[in-house]
């Protein structure tokens, strides 16, 4: 760790006689300052005496640390170089490496003290050794801060010639430099112990994709990463729970979380609204599930809950795609999203357990080139772009600066936007919505009959809508939040289909045609600049319709 040491060259003490005296008073007086039952830093008013330092390299930087009494630590502290930017993960050890716990930083400013609450306290031993470290790339530094033991309270550090550590990001550090303080602290609160934890443990989510399990690392700050099924069926899981106590335990519970933004505290995101949506695009929350099973595990034995006993924990494409996008928003962007399960329940002395574990799924961000289209993407096609049978095309928060024709398979835009026209032709499903735009007309024709529902939801055609010849449902807007009405800024024309069609809550700029369906067709609360024309259709109900002028079967909408 800074092995240039011409930065300092004499002994620290050498050189800062009088400031170790002072320094040494001070650690002696601030021991008795602070009362037994409140919480506890070690550094209180201390400050570094350099800053701004950078190898070239990013290190672990760490301190080794005691209390004379029991209690628990429930934050990880470190001084934040103005230079330094990026994201920071906490970790406590044990003296010979044992990870005990970790915090990724939230909400950092821009320098000073940074703190970042444990998601579950961690109980420590009075007179037992322990390591306190973040990674960082921009460093403080007091060389020779920790020659002395620094105390506050019951805490103190360790003054053996060997603290003030480093190593690589993310790993155990061993190394020292002339006992330098980097300014890695924690919160602590003595006399506080956890009560015995409650056996059993969630083991892991296992992707069924390919039966690969995928997340079932300790760390949940370093995790092993699945990608996206290249199928495109939804992303699903199983989970595995394993008793690990010495009681047995009844499951209870299942929770489930999807988060875009990984770093974020597991179960941060709690339901927003009765419909188990949290914030829009950044969060999809499942109210809790009952364990598939009641039947008790017996210590160190497993149970397996299958994607068909817990449907709710799956990822379809589309909300991936825009969990994704919300993804690449935030700062700094991230590029997986996480998947978090609760599992909860009562051991054989009653007490509760609960423990969480997580699966990250790898965003598809596959880059867009040439003119096949066959993946995720949030960048933009340049030119035109064709989808055939076999292909799935899922376009979110980019787009197609020419034409998009679809022939088969399957097309969705979410937020997208098209420099020309959209024609589907032939075949395939389509979705399209979440405010996207298409600059030109959209043709959709011949769609034989057996393809799934499809729908026009949320988007702004600049010219005319046409729906003619298809033997596949539509919902061209739904009357419902899931898939508000469109802007139609031409004609919209629904004509010769075989198949129910729903026309709901759009603006049309011309005229909107309905006629010679053969199948159920519903005209509702539509507001069209010109006419509203319907004839020759088999069965058509309505109302609640705006126009200048209402012709034929429409007459009373």
Known sequence: MRIKACRIRTPFCNRFALGCLVLLVAVLLTGFAQPASAQQTLFTTETPVLTGYNDGV??????????????????????????????????????TGTLLASATFAGETASGWQQQALYHALTISPN?????????????????????????????SIAD??????????????????????????????????????????EKLVSVDGGKTFAAHTNLNSPAVAQFNSSFDPVQFELVVTNCGTVSVTPGTVNDCVNANPNAAPFACAPASAGGQGAPGLILYEPPTPAPTSAALSPDQSATYSKTQLPNLSITTTELANLCHTASLLTPPQTVVRNDARFDGTDANGAAVSYEADAYVQCPLVPPSGTLCNGVYLGTFKGDLTVSSGQTCIIVGGGVTGNVTETGGSLILSNATIGNNVQVNGGGTFSFGQLTTIKGNLEIHNIPAGAAQNQVCATNVAGNLQFHNNGT???IGSGSPSCPGNVIRGNLEVHENTAATAIFGNTVGGNLQDQNNTASAEVFQNVVTHSLQCQNNTSITGGGNSASQKQGQCAGF
């Open 58 to 95: 990013s290190y672990e930087l760490g301190m080794k640390f005691q209390s004379s009494v029991s209690g628990q630590i429930t934050a990880i502290r470190y001084w934040k170089d103005v230079k330094e930017s990026g994201t920071h993960v906490g970790h406590i050890w044990s003296s």
């Open 128 to 156: 037992t050794a322990y390591v306190v470290s973040v990674n960082t790339t921009f460093y403080v530094d007091t060389v020779g801060g920790l020659f002395f033991p620094v105390s506050n309270g019951a805490l103190i």
């Open 161 to 202: 010639d060997d603290n003030g550590l480093f190593g690589r990001p993310g790993t155990f550090p061993t190394q020292s430099y002339r006992q330098s303080n980097y300014f890695r602290d924690v919160v602590f609160t003595p006399g506080v112990t956890n009560p015995p934890q409650p056996a059993g443990c969630l």
């Open 473 to 475: 449902a539509v919902l």
